[in-house]
């Protein structure tokens, strides 16, 4: 009989296919994994199935006369992975459009009802990291996975569409992009008996270890992918980047994924002109095409999100400079917890003031004091601030960071020996500054920082498949 039903199946059915009125009729194979399922005594199952195609699930009708009813559907528990032969009828429930009357159910796999985690009973965000190769099942992260795929989705398009060339930037690099320092050590020496340059010192002979040099995770690509930018014009970077902050807040990772174009003939005003227009058309394509799951955001998690993301695709975003701000911040006369003066690095909680309260809608300041800002970017005439900028949302305040770059060789070397680098290390990144060099520049957006903005989720470990934090790297 199944051969004959196959027959007229057109495809395997995904279930966000299943439940759309337009698929009434059709023969369909659908395949998943059971939510619930509720046992009628009229003689019949009702399962509730779900394949993380959508946050709804299609109704699965059971009737007793299937062959393996008693023995195997009436056994079959949350979590367990079927594959349903039916038709798609119009369901008389309500809430739902459509049901799938089944012909032929097959177990592919029992979840032992006693031992499965994923319960109907509600369950904390803090229990579901401890079992992450699991949580992708519940509803919530279900629909923080689903975003998180279209805004990469969303990056990718919007930069090809506009020109860009892909590059891949190495994960192991001998550079100190930020000149921070902290970063995570690569090495294949024997951590028991590292080899010193002499007895006497307690220095480690690198010369020994696999490269050869002292190596570290990258921090980020964009040094490396200015290289290309001096060769294809407009490029950028999409890959995980690590850093060794011993830091466990709610925003801090110590593996996540960062997007960095850069565009060479390019000043800080096309910077920031690109920038306004890449958060939009993501935020734009989240809506469009994720509306489902943000309006589950928008009841379960945060009632504010839509609204947030619609008020900033159809704002134009305020500019002003570091200068401005501190001003604004200064006679403003609220009661921050850091003291506002010309110098420091502006704190969240200015940040959100001036997006939330000032101005009420995103901010981009730019031309920051050179010493709190990193060595690459340019340095403006007055000498003391440089040409970079930040893009302030509101809630979380920085979710873009970005800068013309130092073009001058002898300014840019100047600049690293102030950060403490030796230009030595950097003779590659310096000769580009030497044959051709052009005004450029580029940005950098966590991904990560960026789906926890989107979803309202509140702790930015919820947002990555498998988080890696101080003392934890499971999975």
Known sequence: MIQEVNKTIIDRLRVKEAILPESI???VKVCGWVRTRRDSKAGFSFLEVNDGSCLANVQVVAESKLSNYENEILNTGIGSSIEVIGEIISSPAKGQATELKAESIKILGYADPTSYPLQ???TSFEFLRGIAHLRPRTNSFGA????????????????????FMYVHTPIITASDCEGAGQMFKVTTLDLLDVPKISAESNDIDWNKDFFGKSCNLTVSGQLEVETFASAFCNVYTFGPTFRAENSNTTRHLAEFWMVEPEMAFCDLEGDM??????LKKIFSDVLNNCAADMKFFNERIDNTVVQTLEDIVNSDFVRLTYTEAVKILTESKESFEFPVNWGIDLQTEHERYLTEKKFKKPVIVSDYPREIKAFYM?????QKTVRAMDVLVPKIGEIIGGSQREDKYDILETRMKESGLNPDEYWWYLDLRKYGSVPHAGFGLGLERCVQFVTGMGNIRDVIPFPRAPKSADF
């Not at 923080?144 to 020109?163: D, L, P, Y």
């Not at 002109?273 to 890449?278: Q, S």
């Open 25 to 27: 009729g059709k023969k």
């Open 120 to 122: 109907k009973k509600g």
């Open 144 to 163: 923080v996975f689903r975003v998180r795929n279209e805004i990469c989705k969303s990056i990718h398009n919007f930069f090809q569409s506009h020109g």
């Open 273 to 278: 002109n690109l920038a306004e227009e890449f």
């Open 378 to 382: 340019k340095l403006n005439d007055d």
